[in-house]
């Protein structure tokens, strides 16, 4: 090829850093891509429903199916006992939660039968004729009702401590102490669960789940039905979105299907409608925490000590790790110099709660900002001066010790922080906002700039590993498979980059396929905001490989030298030779070299020993800070976000316009948790907020008026991630507590600033509404 029309080729399209638009986005928007209820369903499938029970705690004396069998469409009904291998699908290998109760059922709603029908509707009719006879048993619902009643635990607590926090609480000078309910979240996915079992041959099965962690359902599949996972193959090629409620969750629907095809030998799909997908599966954990707090008269924290009990379920699924994180982010980006924090993972006759979007660390961030609200309603301070009082100090200053004892290296909070109030004209807004307050007698605002720092790894150290597989074609072409699943996010699009990138070819080269556990084994979830970093740096790792040996042939060919070849946009550079890369490619391959690598990454530098509540279990921190201004009406308690100011690190970000989308709907969704979005039980422990004529999540309307959202481009990342770059997937949904903060302030208003309104999460309107009559009452 001539000089001139490699220069007219001297760039490649969306290399790693560039703009580039979700490789889906389009197909999204027009309603094309395919789910697994869009895929062609197999000749004969049926079709699977839940029988769920009625009672919140209870013994099972009889069961009465006959009508459910004989139903119309009916072609089977499973029960526990018809499990070929282990009625068990905990993923903590504590054995406490089955696919279907057996004897006794532990919260209303639980699964109890499932039934197989030529359709869904049949399936669904069917599960409805069963007939119980219970003895009901006491049942405990919230965290109060465990408190008092033996405070039950569903898995082994956590205690965090530094220094000696009773003794420098005993010597501070000012002391606070209160409590706080913060509460969970319905995940609320576009696409509900979904599970098609197709049988195969001998012991072998093909499950197509909505899963964010494949290698479990193909592990709790094998499980059930007591095979090895080598029998079991899992499909996942994307979700219509995940948050963490299908970490888990999924393993039952796949189960559960699995089991009837290969039984009937026909496939099986198992989509269980809204209000059964909201009753039969995990939430957020939502929280009750008491806290107590030491202080000077700057308002620099002398200690603090907490408790963090959560209403984890009748099971213990994540709620161990959940709680532990909760912990882990108690201190947010403050330094706290002697601390206690221990955790209650509390057992309530509820659904088990899961993993949801930051996996406890918004809740324990919560009960950290509520700590410095209270020193400053008590010193009659700004907030954010109080804020920026205790920040983590720089590297190899003495306040750097996070309670688990991990020294925070890479801090960047104040930077962030010092930027965004500027340029969100915080101070002058602020004081507007305090004459708007003193003039106007029913419209009150509010206005709060909150930091957040968050730590990036799974604490379950041996999670912190991937593995992808490349394949490079004799035309140039590149296949991609990794451990990690889409579910709206923009990962494949971010390690497609990374592989067009090491390969200086377009994007559109490399083809994204289906994550499956047939080609990469052993994978993590894709959870904890490692995606990119694990996968990205996998596929790297096997681009990699095959370059090393791309490399060793041209320099025998071409007799050159390893260090004269490089590769070029669309080109290897061999010595003074350019040629074309899928001219280079056939060259190869006719070479016999092999074109095909698997890549494996594993995180560096972290352990943790829980045992001790001391280690590194994060590999770096993200930070960021969000300024919210807010109105409420203090007639009626209802608000609206009037605007937010957004500053966020990504490091070097691996795709701006990716990174950017994850913070706006990180945020819009964090906003949701604390303002609209209520789980509530009755008294006969039935979930009511469980479709969306009961459970409130944002609409397009309560978004911000004024959205302003940023990276902070200058950032790198410290440590040698894929590209420099930073996790982003939950920090900024942390962001969305400067929205609480500033509700709370225009709630004080109303009392002159003297006392903190206290108000718990979510913040709804009720809640704003007693919160303003109870402070005009002080």
Not at 595 to 601: E, V
Request: hydrophobic share 40%; net charge negative; proline share 5%.
């Amino acid at each position: 090829m001539d000089k001139s029309a490699f220069e007219e080729r001297k760039t490649i399209s969306a290399p790693m850093h560039a703009p580039l638009r979700h490789d889906s986005a389009h197909k999204h928007v027009a309603g094309s891509a395919d789910y697994i209820d869009d895929m062609p369903e197999p000749e004969g499938t049926l079709h699977a429903a839940l029988g769920m029970s009625d009672r919140a705690h209870a013994e099972i004396l009889s069961m009465d199916l006959s009508a459910v069998r004989t139903a119309p469409g009916v072609v089977w009904v499973m029960t526990g006992v018809d499990v070929p291998g282990h009625n068990d699908i905990s993923p903590t290998g504590r054995h406490d939660e089955p696919v279907l109760a057996e004897g006794r059922v532990e919260f209303h709603g639980q699964p109890v039968f499932a039934v197989i029908a030529t359709t869904r509707e049949a399936a669904r009719r069917a599960a409805r004729l069963a007939k119980f006879e219970y003895r009901d048993l006491p049942h405990f619902t919230d965290v109060t009702d465990t408190l008092a009643n033996g405070a039950a635990l569903v898995t082994d607590p956590l205690t965090l401590s530094r220094g000696d926090a009773t003794a420098a609480l005993a010597a501070s000078p000012r002391r606070i102490a209160g409590e706080m309910r913060v509460g969970g979240q319905d995940h609320f996915y576009l696409e509900g669960h979904i599970a098609l079992a197709i049988p195969g041959e001998d012991d072998e099965v093909t499950v197509w789940s909505s899963t964010q962690h494949p290698s479990e359902v193909q592990h709790m599949v094998g499980h059930a039905l007591g095979v090895p996972s080598n029998a079991v193959t899992v499909q996942v090629r994307r979700m219509g979105g995940g948050f963490g409620g299908k970490e888990t969750q999924s393993n039952q629907f796949a189960a559960i299907a699995a089991i009837a095809a290969k039984k009937l030998k026909r496939a099986v799909k198992f989509r269980p409608d809204r209000d059964e997908d909201m009753t039969a599966t995990g939430k957020r954990h939502d929280f009750l925490v008491t806290y107590e707090a030491g202080f000077d008269d700057e308002g620099r924290i002398r200690a603090v000590s907490a408790n963090y009990a959560a209403r984890c379920g009748f099971s213990s699924d994540l709620s161990g790790p959940v709680t532990d994180r909760a912990l882990f982010h108690a201190d947010n980006a403050y330094f706290f110099p002697d601390v206690k924090l221990t955790s209650q993972p509390l057992k309530t006759h509820t659904v088990s709660n899961t993993a949801f979007r930051g996996f406890g660390g918004p809740q324990g961030m919560v009960g950290g900002e509520r700590i410095i609200e209270e020193i400053a309603y008590a010193l009659g301070r700004d907030p954010l001066e109080i804020r920026k009082a205790n920040f983590y100090g720089d590297k190899g200053s003495d306040r750097v010790l996070t309670p688990y004892h991990q020294p925070v290296e890479d801090n960047i909070t104040a930077r962030i922080v010092e930027e965004l109030e500027r340029s969100s004209d915080y101070q002058a807004r602020r004081s507007a906002i305090l004459d708007f307050n003193a003039k106007s007698r029913v419209i009150r605002k509010g206005i709060a700039l909150t930091p957040v720092k968050f730590g990036i790894s799974f604490t379950a150290t041996w999670y912190n590993q991937a593995g992808a597989l490349v394949h490079v074609y004799q035309d140039g072409s590149i296949h991609l498979n990794h451990g990690g699943t889409e579910m709206g996010q923009g990962l494949f699009t971010k390690v497609a980059q990374v592989l067009a990138d090491a390969f200086q070819v377009d994007v559109a080269s490399v083809k994204i396929t289906a994550t499956t556990t047939a080609k990469v084994p052993n994978t993590s979830a894709t959870a904890a905001s490692s995606g990119s970093d694990l996968n990205g740096m996998a596929a790297y790792d096997a681009a990699r490989q095959i370059k090393e040996r791309l490399v060793a042939f041209a320099a025998e060919k071409w007799a050159v030298a390893p260090d004269e070849i490089a590769f070029v946009p669309h080109h290897v550079r061999i010595g003074e030779t350019l040629v074309p890369f899928p001219d280079f490619i056939k060259q190869a391959y006719m070479a016999r070299v092999q074109l095909s690598a698997a890549g494996f990454y594993k995180t560096p530098k972290i352990h943790w020993d829980r045992a001790k509540g001391m280690g590194s279990p994060f590999y770096y921190f993200a930070y960021g800070a969000a300024v919210s201004e807010v109105s409420i009406d203090t007639l009626t308690g209802e608000y609206q976000v009037d605007r937010v100011d957004i500053l966020h690190d990504v490091g070097r970000s691996l795709n701006p316009a990716i990174d950017k989308g994850q913070v706006e709907g990180a945020f819009v969704q964090g906003m949701g948790w604390l303002t609209t979005e209520e789980l509530w039980w009755d008294d006969k422990g039935r979930l009511r907020t469980h479709a969306p004529s009961t459970y409130k999540i944002p609409l397009a309307s309560d978004r911000p008026k004024i959205f302003n959202v940023r990276l902070a481009e200058w950032s790198e990342n410290a440590e040698p991630t894929i590209g420099r770059s930073k996790a982003v997937g939950e920090p900024p949904f942390m962001l969305a507590i400067s929205v609480l903060e500033a509700l709370s302030m225009a709630v004080a208003s109303v009392a002159g600033y003297r006392h903190c309104p206290k108000l718990d999460a979510p913040a709804t309107p009720e809640r704003v509404l007693m919160a303003v009559e109870r402070l005009r009452g002080m």
